[in-house]
């Protein structure tokens, strides 16, 4: 069955980055864009971009250009996603999710990592 | 950028009864890539709907989805207990893959 875990809640004081995995599993990895999603606390969910784990290429939000990097580790099945300069707007739960597939394939987000909560605060 | 826009904000309803969630979009949203995702507290989203009115593996078929262009439903035949939740309409036909604002479907 496709599962997709996430790294721990993490605390980070302002002007810090956090990076933030994302490990799925019961799909060929390279096979699905892999996007990112974040939820402010009681807000809605804000798309933040994607990476395809096949090419390595990637699509950002306009908001985070310049803050975010989106990686993957082919060898391990994993995605990255690093925000840098964080301030207290950035706490939320962010949310790694699987998208269409590489060969133009889309049927929305059809499967979610559990949520990893970051904490912006001094 | 497409701006989705949900209502009713709230829907309260009964055990047993229809809901009838909206989404309209800022601009047609191309080949029906329109998306319905269901939250409960503390958890992930979920697929509910694709394509506009493809139900999403295991999705029982109370739930039924409509629409094109610019307006779009999601459909609840009959409300059990475990579908008072918050309802995010999403397009994915272009970056970026915006969400509506949600709809919260409570207990009256």
């Known amino acids: 069955q496709v599962q997709l875990v996430q790294s721990g809640a993490e605390v980070k004081k302002p002007g810090a980055s956090v990076k933030v995995s994302c490990k799925p599993s019961g799909y060929t990895f390279t096979d699905y864009h892999m996007h990112w999603v974040r939820q402010a606390p009681g807000q809605g969910l804000e798309w933040m971009g994607w990476i395809n784990p096949n090419s390595g290429g990637t699509n950002y939000a306009q908001k985070f250009q310049g803050r975010v990097t989106m990686t993957r580790d082919t060898s391990i099945s994993a995605a990255y996603m690093e925000l840098t300069r964080l301030t207290s707007d950035d706490t939320a739960v962010y949310y790694c999710?699987?998208?269409?597939?590489?060969?133009?394939?889309?049927?929305?987000?059809?499967?979610w990592g559990q949520g990893a909560l970051v904490t912006v605060s001094s | 950028d497409i701006v989705l826009t949900q209502s009713p904000g709230t829907l309260s309803l009964s055990p047993g009864e229809r809901a009838t969630l909206s989404c309209r979009a800022s601009?047609?949203?191309?080949?029906?890539?329109l998306a319905w995702y269901q939250q409960k507290p503390g958890q992930a989203p979920r697929l509910l709907i694709y394509g506009a009115s493809s139900r999403a593996t295991g999705i029982p078929d109370r739930f039924s989805g409509s629409g094109s262009g610019t307006d779009f439903t999601l459909t609840i035949s009959r409300l059990e207990p475990e579908d008072f939740a918050l309802y995010y309409c999403?397009?994915?036909?272009?970056?970026?893959?915006?969400f509506g604002p949600g709809t919260k479907v409570d207990i009256k």
């Open positions: 999403q397009q994915y036909v272009a970056s970026p893959f915006t």
């Open positions: 999710a699987r998208g269409a597939t590489t060969t133009g394939t889309k049927r929305g987000f059809d499967f």
């Open positions: 601009q047609s949203v191309s080949s029906s890539y």
